[in-house]
């Protein structure tokens, strides 16, 4: 079993920053693929970013792209999302979740294991 554990939401305003991280334990995570998902209130959960088992290879939503940046520490365990350029759009839960297959994914189904969210508002 993979245990997932957000952190680093919060309350931000326009145009800030805020980096989130996602500790695994249970398990290493270095061959799985990893993605981050958010939900807003009253919308489905949506895509944001995934990373290939590696770190090579990275794909992203068209709303977050060039302001977002997923990276991983395999050593650590951990993935990281760097939000940048945040908008009042990005408010949201944002979710962790990791893939036993090592590609990259965009589906939320696809993936095996789920964190339980860290909250980012980010105010206008």
């Known amino acids: 079993q993979v245990q997932l554990v957000e952190s680093g939401g919060g309350l931000v305003q326009a145009g800030g920053s805020l980096r989130l991280s996602c500790a695994a334990s249970?398990?290493?995570?270095?061959?799985?693929?990893m993605g981050w998902f958010r939900q807003a209130p009253g919308k489905e959960r949506e895509f944001v970013a995934t990373?290939?088992?590696?770190?090579?290879?990275?794909d992203y939503a068209n709303s977050v792209k060039g302001r977002f940046t997923i990276s991983r520490d395999n050593a650590k365990n951990t993935v990281y999302l760097q939000m940048n350029s945040l908008k009042p759009e990005d408010t949201a839960i944002y979710y962790c979740a990791a893939r036993r297959t090592g590609s990259t994914y965009q589906l939320a189904p696809g993936y095996d294991y789920w964190g339980q969210g860290t909250q980012v508002t980010v105010s206008s």
């Open positions: 990373i290939n088992w590696g770190g090579g290879r990275t």
């Open positions: 249970g398990r290493t995570v270095s061959t799985f693929a």
